[in-house]
C-alpha cells in the first residue's frame, strides 16, 4: 500500500474518497494520486447531435477540465500538509474502466467512492471499476465516515482465495488496528486443493505476522451473508471491514455474488474489496 490511487467522482470538490484515501496514505506513509477522468466527447455525443448541441458539450468539457485542474493544484497542497511527500494529481478524457486499468498499473490500492447519485456510483459499476483496475480496492461510502486509518478492522473469511488474497491487501492496516475479528465462515474448498499437513490457516498466519486477532464463528446462508456481515460490523464498532469479492460463474464481474452485492449497497462503512 506504498502507492494508492484514489478516484475522483468529481471535478469541483473533494470527495470521501480524496478524504479517506489521502489520510490513510498520511498513516501508512504512502504516496497518494488522484485520479479524474470525464467521457471523451467522442463517446458522448449522440447521433446526430445538432451544432449547438455539440458546442455546449464543447464547452461543459473544457469547463470539467478546467474545475478538475483547480481541484488538483488545491488537493495535492492539502495532502502535503499532512506530510505526504508525493502527492499527484491526473487528469484524463476516456472510457472510466480503461483509464482506470491505465493508471492502476503504477499503484497498490484503489480507493473509490460508492454514491449512486453520481456515475459509475452503483455496486455493478463500482465492481467494473475494480475488475478493471485490477487492484485491492476500498469503497467509501455514503454518509459520515471518520476519514483516517482504521483502528477496528472485522475480516470476512471463509478460506477461499479471495479473502486470501484480501488478507494480504489488509495486512500493513491489519498491523496498525486495535482491533482485529475474524469472522470465520464456512470453507470453500477450491476444486483440486491440496491437503496440506498440517493445514494451511488464517489462525497461524496472523501470529506470524505479529497481528492480535479475535476469532467469531460466522453462519449465514448466501442470501443472508452481506446483511449479517454489515449487522456485526454495526455491534462491533468496526470502521474496515475486509471480505473477497465474490461474483458467480466467469463473467462474475457482470453478475455479482449475494454477499458482495448485498455489501456494496448497504455498507455504512468503508469496504477493503479483493477478487
Known amino acids: 500500500m506504498?502507492?494508492?490511487?484514489?478516484?475522483a467522482s468529481q471535478a469541483h470538490r473533494r470527495t470521501r474518497a480524496l478524504e479517506y484515501g489521502t489520510r490513510l496514505a498520511a498513516r501508512l506513509g504512502a504516496s497518494v494520486t488522484g485520479a479524474y477522468v470525464h467521457p471523451s466527447l467522442l463517446q458522448a455525443i449522440p447521433t446526430f447531435a445538432s451544432p449547438d448541441l455539440l458546442s455546449l458539450m464543447l464547452v461543459n468539457a473544457e469547463t470539467r477540465t478546467a474545475d478538475a485542474r483547480r481541484l488538483g493544484i488545491e488537493f495535492t497542497e492539502w495532502a502535503r500538509s499532512f506530510g505526504i511527500e508525493h502527492a499527484g494529481w491526473h487528469v484524463a478524457e476516456d472510457y472510466l474502466p480503461d483509464a482506470l486499468a491505465q493508471i492502476a498499473q503504477w499503484h497498490r490500492l484503489l480507493v473509490l467512492d460508492h454514491d449512486p447519485e453520481f456515475p459509475w456510483g452503483?455496486?455493478?459499476?463500482?465492481?467494473?471499476?475494480?475488475?478493471?483496475?485490477?487492484?485491492?480496492?476500498?469503497?467509501?461510502?455514503?454518509?459520515?465516515?471518520?476519514?483516517?486509518?482504521?483502528?477496528?478492522?472485522?475480516?470476512?473469511?471463509?478460506?477461499?482465495?479471495e479473502s486470501t488474497r484480501a488478507l494480504r491487501a489488509a495486512l500493513p492496516l491489519l498491523k496498525l488496528a486495535h482491533q482485529v475479528v475474524?469472522?470465520?465462515?464456512?470453507?470453500?474448498?477450491p476444486a483440486g486443493e491440496i491437503d496440506w499437513d498440517p493445514k494451511l490457516e488464517i489462525e497461524s498466519f496472523l501470529r506470524r505476522q505479529c497481528i492480535a486477532f479475535e476469532r467469531r464463528e460466522f453462519v449465514a446462508n448466501d442470501e443472508e451473508a452481506g446483511t449479517c456481515l454489515l449487522d456485526a460490523c454495526g455491534e462491533l464498532k468496526a470502521d474496515l471491514l475486509v471480505?473477497?469479492?465474490?461474483?458467480?460463474?466467469?463473467?462474475s464481474e457482470w453478475i455479482l455474488g449475494?454477499?458482495?452485492?448485498?455489501?456494496?449497497?448497504?455498507?455504512?462503512?468503508?469496504?477493503l474489496l479483493c477478487h
Open 258 to 271: 449475494g454477499a458482495t452485492r448485498q455489501v456494496l449497497q448497504d455498507a455504512h462503512l468503508p469496504v
Open 243 to 251: 471480505m473477497g469479492m465474490y461474483g458467480r460463474g466467469r463473467f
Open 2 to 7: 506504498d502507492t494508492i490511487l484514489v478516484h
Open 182 to 189: 475474524v469472522l470465520a465462515g464456512e470453507g470453500r474448498r
Open 122 to 161: 452503483t455496486p455493478p459499476d463500482i465492481a467494473k471499476l475494480i475488475f478493471a483496475a485490477d487492484l485491492p480496492a476500498i469503497v467509501v461510502p455514503v454518509g459520515a465516515v471518520e476519514p483516517r486509518a482504521p483502528e477496528s478492522i472485522v475480516l470476512a473469511w471463509n478460506g477461499s482465495p
